[in-house]
């Protein structure tokens, strides 16, 4: 048989062990295929001479499809870690399948002995991944010392590896990273100090609170809920051209402010920034900020209000409902209407309003 008809017998389950565990050692390159499904049947053959034979393969060092290399050691299974710490200490074949397999049993065990391969510029990758599958914060040298890297792509893997650890004791090299001068490294080192950084950290995740990293930024600054960075939420607000963004960033000035309701904002200066909060207490259903907006000076946002306790429905709003029915816009007027017949209250005097839009909400049936 051939390389194609091997391969095709093997994932019919028409050869024994003994005939796996022969093909599985087969490196030339024409039956590479063949080779591959020998190892994947084997992976699913939980015996000893199968587990051996897989750690041939390790040993030599085979040029094999990382889908098929990853089946040979099932994530988190730790029998194989002194079978591939014995490999990497001895084998003088390419280690890279070693230092691979040992990531994905996440053991601690393998850290060290992994950390001190990661300066060989043929295994650098395999290392820093292996490094950031395990978890480990001892990991944390070989991997802050991976964010200097000549090559962009290790010291984004490498930031990349961090986040996952999550340790705060990074926070350095991430704000080194984010002058990185790769874009995909900024944006990965944004997204590990947003994770990780503390008070210190708040000016850097302020800077790229507008831009292609804003919404990582954002949540940054959330989790750090400091009152200085009101200004530039307000003024994130003002400017951010999508919906979410304006949305987090909303979040995120209500969380620096400690809790404190909206209407209490000492910085809501613009009024743009007034409209964004309505839409905000609406969606994160906040009756009392919305029932102060109805007395704003700008008429969108009283009409925003006032629309927004229709859809709480709740009997708090209903008498400054009744109070926004006297107000001089006709479309606050009208929003109010609608909004107390949500309410279940009676609105038939509205319907003698001069103005047609607001008749017309009194007397039309609700939807």
Known sequence: ??????????????LSLSELIEVSARTSPIWRGAQVSAVMELARTNSPQAHDALLDVVRRGDLLPTYAIR??????????????????????NSL????FLLGETQSEAAVQPIADLIHDPALVYECVVALGKIGSPAALPALIDATRHDQYQVRLLAVRALRRIGDSRATKAAMAATDDVEPVVRA???????????????????AFAEGPECRAALAGIERLADPRSARTLQYVIYVAADRRTRYLAARALERSMHGAPVWNWQYLDYVYVRRVAVWFWRFEKHPDGLIRSLKDPDELVRMH????????ATSEAVAPLRSALLDPAARVRAAAVTALRRIGEDVQSMRDDPHPSVRAAAGNRQR
């Open 1 to 14: 048989m051939d390389n194609s008809e091997l391969a095709a017998a093997i994932d019919r389950g028409e």
């Open 71 to 92: 089946t040979i050691v099932p994530r988190g299974d730790k029998r194989f870690v002194h079978p591939l710490l014995e490999i990497l200490s001895t084998s003088t």
């Open 96 to 99: 890279a399948n070693a230092v």
């Open 188 to 206: 990965a080192a944004i997204r590990l100090l947003a994770d990780i950084g503390g008070p210190e950290t708040l000016g850097r995740l302020l």
């Open 305 to 312: 209000a006032a629309a927004g306790l229709g859809h709480m």
